[in-house]
């Protein structure tokens, strides 16, 4: 006696996707596994040599220095006044007329902030564009 239903059983189609996923992952590894990412293990260079020293242009720059007592130095050249006219005047007699070129400003860490605002009003009444106030990089510790 079939105390069941009359319905038959028949069996549904499936796509088993676990073995694929495993093929595909194996596959990635050994790809990853056997890639070499080095750049330069396909290329053998031998690189030009130059002579440094013959290459490298000298870029002409106007240097101003401030010592720890606010004394002005244009170039190498000590400048007799702390005020902006005589400032302005010893750099005119190094740069010329080229106002083009870079400026270099040095001072001392111990040296007054009106001493360099003073130099930078000195250039930019000359019309220097192009400052670069130089630092040194602290020292490891």
């Not at 070129?101 to 019309?127: K, N």
């Amino acid at each position: 006696m079939n105390l069941g239903s009359n319905r038959q059983t028949i069996d549904e189609p499936e796509i088993n996707l676990i073995s694929l996923v495993d093929v595909v992952f194996c596959l990635i590894i050994f790809l990853v596994v056997t890639t070499s990412f080095n750049r330069h293990s396909g290329l053998k260079l031998q690189l030009p040599q130059a002579d440094a020293a013959a290459t490298a242009q000298k870029v002409a720059t106007v240097s101003v220095t401030i010592d720890a007592e606010g004394h002005y130095y244009v170039g190498k050249e000590a400048v007799a006044q702390r005020d902006v006219a005589s400032l302005r005047a010893a750099i005119q007699r190094v740069a010329g007329n080229r106002r083009d070129l870079p400026v270099v400003l040095t001072a001392d860490a111990r040296t007054q902030h009106q001493a360099v605002v003073t130099a930078m009003e000195a250039l930019g009444e000359l019309g220097f564009q192009r400052l670069s106030i130089a630092t040194a990089p602290e020292p490891h510790r």
